[in-house]
RNA sequence: GGUCCCUUCGUCUAGUGGUUAGGACGCUGGCCUUUCACGCCGGAAACACGGGUUCGAUCCCCGUAGGGACCGCCA
């Protein structure tokens, strides 16, 4: 039997990191045993469901190269499927018709709240025999009450068993005619031919009534697996509203938001790979070992906190090993947004490969080369105050003319003349390399001062050394 | 409140009925060095608590505490 996973976000909102994860692991283990990922779109909400939504979905799992094989599959194409399901299990008697009122439910559910007791629908109109008379009904599953208990082996979680008393006849079918989401999960599942059911903790509550709705069409229950829950750096439960919050932290709950921030894709799966499961005590994989490696079993159990200062030591990580061409198509739109762009060929890659490790982000890699695009950047004030002192003035004047003397100016005759003018001045290379650094990044952090100056060109580290000069005057 | 799930360094985690409880991020001391970063070497840092089973429990069982999810004509 080859396996069948989907995907299966509503699309109320972004796809946040959690839903990423899910995704991912039923990426993985479709692509670990070559079976079919299948992405499926809950949009039976029509009150909350959006196209941007859909679109930023969509988008985000591009980004992820999370690749699907069918689909995207929308339910509300697919009203007919539910209605055919509703259809049969009411002419089987595995459904009726219940006229009870919004109004008269909230009623009960508060009085059983008010009483300190579980709210459970009292099945009212259970054995009522309504019929379709034209008066507004709502339809619900007849949940057995005689099978005993609901028991199934969860992938991750092991054995759950559900006491059936405890499982009230939910609503398959709103006023509108509208079917809901029990209902519809159970159908295009059996009707897609899924194998394997992996999302998210908070559904591991659902599916004991699911198997009861898989039984009643007289279907096979899939294979469960549930995730567990990814929280916020607070160890709270992730929240959309809080966005505000976690970006002072460098986090984000929008999976795409970290495009903007400048990771790379492969490190946000790397890290939420990382999350939950594990293999061994190797924490760097590539997309083809994932794939390999993935399994099942190693996922864990507890929910686990989201920490950004890994993500951009991983990220950091990933940039080092990245092929230039991959770092540069990424870049670039960090770059425009600053104004700037790469130069074509080995020049652009000499830029890329000096700043690589040195950045956690694209985003901050973009910053660093600014000053060699442009003459439009940043002096840090405290790095001007620090290293652009008179004592450093002859120093720099020497150097100055030194290098107005290179014909050729590679990295050797740079170095050549660093090295001979803090020779002739008696001085040391730190007194020289400190200034000339603040003087053509603005920053007192950079790569090698020889590669610097070398990547900078002649004519525009000339120019800024002597703005420097009078700087220092 | 009811039901269900979870609990190893601050965080992500490995791990076994007998280990100096391992790795990674972060923090920190040092080396390297023209700065930063990378790299390398070192350090602090965990089995939630209480019972039981056992010669022996971090590991198995039961409680307690803490955390989470669900309890919708949302998904």
């Given at each position: 039997m080859t396996i069948r996973v989907r995907f299966a976000p509503s699309p109320t909102g972004y796809l946040h990191i959690g839903g990423a994860r899910t995704a991912l692991f039923n990426w993985l283990l479709a692509r670990r045993h070559g079976g079919a990922f299948i992405l499926r779109i809950e949009d039976t909400d029509r009150e909350r469901s959006t196209p941007e939504a859909i679109e930023q979905i969509l988008e985000s799992l591009r980004w992820l190269e999370l690749?699907?094989?069918?689909?995207?599959?929308?339910q509300t194409q697919r009203i007919d499927l539910y209605r055919e399901a509703i259809g049969k299990l009411l002419d089987s008697g595995m459904a009726y018709l219940c006229r009870c009122t919004p109004g008269e439910l909230d009623a009960k559910r508060e009085r059983a709240r008010r009483e300190k007791r579980t709210y459970l629908y009292d099945g009212a109109c259970r054995d009522a025999g309504h019929s379709d008379d034209g008066t507004p009904y709502v339809v619900r599953f007849r949940s057995s009450?005689?099978?005993g208990d609901v028991v199934f082996e969860d992938g991750v979680v092991g054995l759950i068993r559900k006491s059936e008393q405890e499982l009230d006849d939910l609503i398959m079918a709103r006023t509108d005619g509208t079917p809901t989401y029990n209902l519809c999960v159970v159908v295009d599942d059996v009707e897609m031919g899924i194998t394997h059911v992996i999302r998210g903790m908070d559904h591991l509550n659902n599916t004991p009534r699911q198997i009861q709705i898989y039984r009643a069409l007289g279907a096979e229950p899939p294979k469960f697996a549930h995730l567990p829950m990814i929280h916020g750096p607070d160890g709270r439960k992730l929240s959309k509203r809080r966005d505000a919050e976690y970006r002072a932290q460098?986090?984000?709950?929008?999976?795409?938001e970290y495009r903007e921030m400048g990771y790379l894709p492969h490190a946000l799966v790397n890290y939420l790979a990382r999350l939950g499961w594990a293999h061994g005590d190797q924490e760097v994989f590539s997309r083809q070992e994932l794939v390999e490696l993935f399994?099942?079993?190693?996922?864990?159990r507890s929910a686990a906190l989201f920490d950004a200062k890994k993500l951009r030591w991983l990220n950091q990580t990933t940039m080092k090993s990245a092929s230039h061409e991959d770092l540069r198509e990424r870049l670039a739109p960090h770059l425009a947004g600053k104004g700037v762009s790469l130069p074509a060929g080995e020049a652009g890659q000499r830029l890329v490969d000096a700043h690589r490790e040195r950045s956690s982000t694209l985003e901050e890699m973009a910053l660093f080369l600014v000053p060699y695009l442009s003459d439009e950047f940043e002096f840090d004030a405290k790095a001007v105050k620090k290293?652009?002192?008179?004592?450093?003035a002859p120093l720099v004047q020497a150097l100055i003319t030194k290098l107005e003397e290179l014909r050729e100016f590679g990295l050797q005759e740079v170095e050549t003349a660093f090295r001979a003018v803090v020779e002739e001045q008696g001085s040391k290379l730190g007194k020289l390399a400190q200034p000339v650094r603040v003087a053509l990044t603005g920053r007192s952090r950079s790569p090698g001062i020889f590669e610097v100056v070398w990547m900078m060109g002649k004519e525009r580290s000339l120019e800024r050394l002597q703005s420097a000069l009078v700087e220092m005057a």
């Open positions: 690749d699907w094989d069918e689909g995207p599959f929308f009450h005689t099978a460098g986090f984000a709950v929008s999976a795409l399994s099942l079993e190693g996922v864990g290293h652009l002192k008179p004592a450093a």
